[in-house]
């Protein structure tokens, strides 16, 4: 994977985990910059080890599998692009964020990071090293989450929605491109 495919794809994982965060900096009337940083780290941490678990399952798996691995990327991808983009249709407007204790950060990054874990999955299909893409993304999310926070009270009821529908067409689009990759090279 390109470099520039990389960043694209640790931004799209790091979007929800973004969009939760903004929620949860629009649920605190102050959300500090050290809260900000915890918060971003719990995510990032989290999002980081879920594509290495996806990874290594896949990689039990991708024996079996080789001769259609490119579909699954693209099966895989798509899935969770369209499933991002529908929970940003379905998502209301001013649905009151959990609260911002340590276990409700937790909670919700193991959420948000369900996805990562299929495209870890996926991943295992492709000749990649997962353990800088893990990074990308466990740094991305970080950073993304820990502005989410600061920024959350001004434009987290405002944009966020268009944001996560952007991360699951950047999903969808991944997901497309490897097939294509795959099928030309054929």
């Not at 900096?25 to 971003?40: H, Y």
């Not at 099966?75 to 969770?80: I, R, T």
């Not at 911002?100 to 999955?121: K, P």
Request: with cysteine; aromatic share 6%.
């Amino acid at each position: 994977m390109s470099p520039i495919t990389i960043g694209v794809l640790a931004i799209s994982m790091s979007v929800d985990a973004f969009i939760a965060s903004l929620g949860k900096g629009a649920a605190t009337r102050r959300a500090g910059f050290g809260r900000a940083i915890r918060t971003g780290m719990i995510f990032g941490v989290i999002e980081a080890i879920t594509p290495l678990i996806g990874w290594t399952l896949g990689m039990a798996a991708s024996q079996y599998v080789q001769a259609v691995d490119h579909w699954i990327a693209f099966a895989l991808l798509g899935a969770v692009g369209v499933h991002m983009g529908l929970q940003a249709l379905g998502r209301d407007r001013d649905q009151a964020p959990a609260p911002a204790s340590f276990w409700a950060v937790v909670a919700t990054a193991i959420g948000t990071s369900l996805d990562a874990m299929a495209v870890g999955v996926s991943l295992a299909f492709l000749d990649v090293n997962i353990v800088v893409i893990a990074l990308a993304i466990g740094c991305a999310t970080m950073v993304m989450s820990s502005t989410g926070m600061l920024v959350g009270r001004y434009l987290g009821h405002r944009f966020g929605r268009v944001i996560e529908a952007c991360g699951g067409l950047a999903l969808i689009g991944l997901g497309t491109l490897i097939l294509i990759q795959h099928l030309t090279a054929a």
